[in-house]
């Protein structure tokens, strides 16, 4: 959310809805989309910007594409046979989402321009009261959609506002600077960093890579699709299906490594090691190429072209992170400097802290920063006690590491249908998840998660909570059994 979001100047009444989402990426185009199909709950969908298609939206580098198999990240109940591609760029799944709400419906029920502002739960009214930056509403239920790649994360390095060039984070890139001839500095090795580097290197007389630890990069296959394959898919629904099912049950074979176990870890490393040597010839970029941490403890990212394009004469690796700027000149923590013109934050974002969770304030007032002090929790990834109708997507423990994420979100959708019709018929009652049964599955979780290599491999990254040392953004376990648990709402943890 924007420091700078201001509340509308009138206060006219609220605008009343069953259902108020919070985001027009997937997974608040996704409800949209159920809602519009299946029932009869009136809503509305926020959204910040001026568009849908969240994260596919923000993000417009240069080589920004998926690295989950298109026909994996798709909606299950709008599939799409023409994918360009085996792993889809990221303008055309912007516009499979723009092409989603236009063609079900949703245009009417979108309001663009409109950030969350603040929602409180108002107990005599059995509702919640929302305020957004273009009006009000009231709302029987919440759902927030906005996912989790949404605020960008730009490290705190002395001497920044010294920085002479343009500099700016990848999700906010800046096409009006031109790189052609450029001495470009990029700062971070992540997703992000490993697509957009053979763009910049083709384009700038010098690129210098801050790399605060290599990441494992394995290789990507990516290939065009031919007019007769997707002639094929289109005719055939059912091959579509087996196509995705395929996709799907071929990723859930790699989770067994994420738990540390042999002969599959053994395996993962080898096809890294294997491209590793395959790309790089110089034993000492090798060398600063090789984590020191157990792989799959950061993000594995799929690329043919990042290792080629380090051993390019006018890319630098700097083996280590950025410590500071002055005027044009970086220094490293090696003490190396390098003189830029244009700096690129490629570092992530506020993934384990949710800048929304301090606009929601529920029972008694508490804002959901405040229950989320020691990490983010919720029952069934989805509710959390002391705040009732509201149910969260794409937040505590719904995301993975090994495949889809288009997956997770329509696990969550169901369970969310599943408490608005239990709702609609109950139209006095409100939903409170125990806090017993929160208190419960977060253990669960936090056993389950004890034994992964996200929690054992030695690395820092942006699934565990930097405070408490919880994995927090990830489901520690297979995908399908995130849909066997949780696919599903049933009332008795809400004691109804």
């Not at 029952?379 to 969260?392: E, Q």
């Amino acid at each position: 959310m924007r420091a700078d979001a201001r509340a509308p100047a009138t206060e006219a009444a609220p605008e009343r809805v069953d259902v108020f989402i919070v985001g027009a990426g997937f997974a608040g185009l996704g409800l949209g989309i159920r809602l519009a199909r299946e029932t009869a709950h009136t809503f509305v969908i926020a959204e910040r910007s001026d568009s849908v298609g969240g994260t596919w939206r923000d993000n417009t580098y240069p080589g920004v594409a998926c690295d989950i198999p298109s026909h994996l990240y798709s909606f299950s109940f709008r599939q799409k046979p023409d994918w360009s591609s085996v792993f889809a760029p990221g303008p055309e799944i912007r516009a499979y989402l723009e092409e989603c709400a236009r063609e079900e419906g949703l245009l009417p029920h979108l309001r663009l321009g409109s950030e969350l502002l603040h929602a409180e739960w108002k107990g005599a009214d059995g509702r919640w009261l929302i305020t957004t930056t273009t009006g009000r509403y009231s709302a029987r239920a919440l759902v927030t959609a906005a996912g989790r790649l949404s605020e960008p994360r730009i490290p705190a390095t002395p001497g920044l506002d010294t920085f002479e060039g343009p500099h700016f984070h990848t999700s906010r890139w800046n096409h009006d600077v031109d790189l052609r001839g450029m001495r470009v500095g990029i700062t971070g090795t992540g997703a992000s960093a490993v697509q957009v580097l053979p763009a910049l290197a083709a384009e700038a007389s010098e690129v210098v890579v801050f790399q605060r630890s290599a990441p494992y990069v394995v290789p990507r296959g990516d290939r065009r699709y031919s007019d007769a394959e997707k002639a094929l898919l289109a005719g055939d629904p059912q091959l579509l299906d087996d196509s995705r099912n395929a996709i799907f049950w071929k990723a859930e074979q790699t989770f067994p490594s994420r738990l540390g176990r042999q002969p599959d870890l053994d395996a993962q490393r080898a096809r890294w090691q294997n491209h590793l040597d395959a790309q790089v010839d110089d034993p000492a970029l090798r060398e600063a190429l090789t984590p020191d941490y157990e792989i799959g403890c950061k993000r594995v990212l799929l690329s043919d072209d990042y290792y080629p394009t380090l051993a390019l004469a006018n890319v630098h690796l700097e083996n280590s992170a950025l410590a500071s700027l002055d005027a044009s000149r970086a220094t490293a923590a090696s003490g190396r400097t390098h003189d830029l013109d244009v700096l690129i934050f490629a570092t992530g974002f506020h993934s384990t802290r949710q800048p929304y969770a301090e606009r929601i304030a529920g029972r008694a007032g508490e804002l959901l920063s405040e229950h989320w002090a020691d990490g983010m929790t919720a029952y069934a990834s989805t509710v959390v006690h002391g705040f009732p109708n509201l149910f969260i997507i794409d937040g505590p423990n719904a995301s993975l590491g090994h495949n889809s994420a288009i997956h997770m979100i329509e696990t969550q959708l169901e369970y969310v249908l599943g408490a608005l019709e239990h709702l609609a018929g109950h139209p006095d009652a409100a939903l409170e998840v125990s806090a017993e049964a929160e208190v419960a599955y977060t253990a669960d979780i936090d056993a389950a998660a004890a034994q992964t290599v996200w929690l054992t491999g030695g690395c820092r990254s942006w699934y565990v909570d930097d405070r408490s040392h919880r994995l927090t953004l990830l489901w520690p376990g297979y995908a399908h059994t995130f849909r066997e648990r949780n696919g599903r709402f049933d009332a008795r943890p809400f004691g109804v």
